[in-house]
């Protein structure tokens, strides 16, 4: 069924929406979860919350694009529960990701950064134009969608070697191009 279709099940209240939402989306966003979690229990959990999230979303919002909008209310979703596990879940996850990029990105702040959250936002996207497409692949994947070395490599078609290599290219010149931007790392 088309995006459009879907959309206008939730705003007819329809709740064929949330399984035609499934049957298209479930696999991916069960894959975010999971990427990030590394828990059955918990990614699925994270899944239904993201369809309870948009049942209560639609309408008024109409996401021009479904399958992105629900990646990253799944993906927020499943790096909140990650932070109420922080303590029992060392070394894997979400964790191993936000630790690559550590060195790439600013600190955290308050209400004060939305300025700057937004500039950074800004200056993500002109990053990611810049990379070749693979590399652009290579890195969301890794770094949006929480896919591991190997998988991205499979599914790509490439070596485990030349994606670590390109994720850490990526990295390094992240980090130059936000400097040379003056958004402080």
Not at 67 to 85: E, F, M, V
Request: proline share 3%; hydrophobic share 35%.
């Amino acid at each position: 069924m088309e995006d459009e279709r879907i959309i206008e099940l939730y705003w007819n209240r329809d709740q064929r929406a949330i399984r035609e939402t499934d049957g298209k989306y479930g696999k991916l966003l069960g894959g975010i979860a999971w990427n990030l979690l590394r828990s059955r229990e918990d990614s699925e959990e994270c899944v239904n919350d993201t369809y309870l999230r948009a049942w209560n979303a639609i309408p008024p919002q109409r996401p021009g694009a479904l399958r992105a909008w629900l990646a990253r209310i799944t993906r927020n979703l499943s790096l909140d529960r990650w932070k109420t596990r922080q303590a029992e879940k060392r070394g894997g996850g979400a964790e191993t990701l936000l630790g690559e990029l550590e060195d790439c990105l600013p600190a955290p702040g308050g209400p004060e950064r939305a300025l700057e959250d937004r500039e950074l936002a800004e200056a993500l996207e002109g990053f990611l134009r810049g990379l070749s497409r693979e590399g652009r692949a290579m890195f969301l994947r890794r770094y949006w969608y929480g896919q591991g070395v190997a998988e991205i490599a499979g599914d790509l078609g490439c070596g485990e070697g030349k994606v670590k290599s390109s994720l850490f290219r990526s990295r390094k010149a992240l980090r130059e191009f936000l400097e040379k931007e003056g958004i402080a790392v």
